[in-house]
Nanobody
Framework: QPQLVESGGGLVQSGGSLRLSCAAS????????ITWFRQAPGKEREGVSC??????DYSASVRGRFTIFRGSADNAVNLQMDSLKPEDSGTYFC???????????????????WGQGTPVTVSS
């Protein structure tokens, strides 16, 4: 059974950095699109960054500040978040796409395995 476990969230000041990790088991992250979503209280879940075979994608709000990459020695997808802003606060989830070798999309219905989330709070 595929599983995803996020870690790395926490409290950071505005302008700071955090690195989130999404540890996968039961499948290889090299074969599926993995996307980071986030959800702030009272708001819809939104796509932040995606990685798939040969491609990465970012939402406009994080492009140039966040970097998504696969772990070199483990079955994980990491999200390096720099120049953090208070509006980046929320719970961050990683998710695996339904189809192998599929495209990067920010539609939650295209993902059928989700982690439990890790909270990120950016103070001003």
């Amino acid at each position: 059974q595929p599983q995803l476990v996020e870690s790395g969230g926490g409290l950071v000041q505005s302008g700071g950095s955090l690195r989130l990790s999404c540890a996968a088991s039961g499948f290889s992250v090299n074969y599926y699109a993995i996307t980071w979503f986030r959800q702030a209280p009272g708001k819809e879940r939104e796509g932040v960054s995606c990685i798939t075979h040969g491609r990465t994608d970012y939402s406009a709000s994080v492009r140039g500040r966040f970097t998504i990459f696969r772990g070199s020695a483990d079955n994980a997808v990491n999200l390096q978040m720099d120049s953090l802003k208070p509006e980046d606060s929320g719970t961050y989830f990683c998710a695996r796409a339904r189809q192998s070798f599929g495209p990067c999309v920010f539609d939650t219905s295209e993902y059928n395995y989700w982690g439990q989330g890790t909270p990120v709070t950016v103070s001003s």
